[in-house]
Nanobody, 126 residues
């Protein structure tokens, strides 16, 4: 296991965009032992919610509320995970976490992931 570090959070107005990034903090990458990456979010007073996942072959899944607005991607050469967020809404405001894991089936479900970042705050003002 290792540490993941997110970046790119911030404050935007409704309809704005942000791109979140996530990469391992050390020199050892995750690629050799990981085949599933995901983004999760947690708003105050709410449970953590799976946002999107991506497999090592690029297959993606999204929660319904972000389909068509968010795009998960991964740069394997740099071992970096991204979440491009567009048309942001106030209900998207949360702390966003990236995660990595190894699973036969890759879904944005917390139990499938063993390594997590510390989170980055996204604020959306109306």
């Amino acid at each position: 296991q290792g540490e993941l570090v997110e970046s790119g959070g911030g404050s935007v107005q409704t309809g704005g965009s942000l791109r979140l990034s996530c990469a391992p903090s050390g020199s050892s990458g995750y690629t050799y032992n990981t085949n599933c990456w995901g983004w999760f979010r947690q708003a105050p007073g709410k449970e953590r919610e799976g946002v999107a996942s991506i497999t090592s072959t690029g297959h993606t899944r999204y929660t319904d509320s972000v389909k068509g607005r968010f795009t998960i991607s991964r740069d394997s050469a740099n071992d970096t995970l991204y979440l491009q967020m567009t048309s942001l809404k106030p209900e998207d405001a949360a702390v966003y976490y990236c995660a990595a894991g190894r699973s036969a089936s890759c879904y944005p479900i917390s139990s499938l992931f063993g390594d997590w970042g510390q989170g980055t705050q996204v604020t959306v003002s109306s």
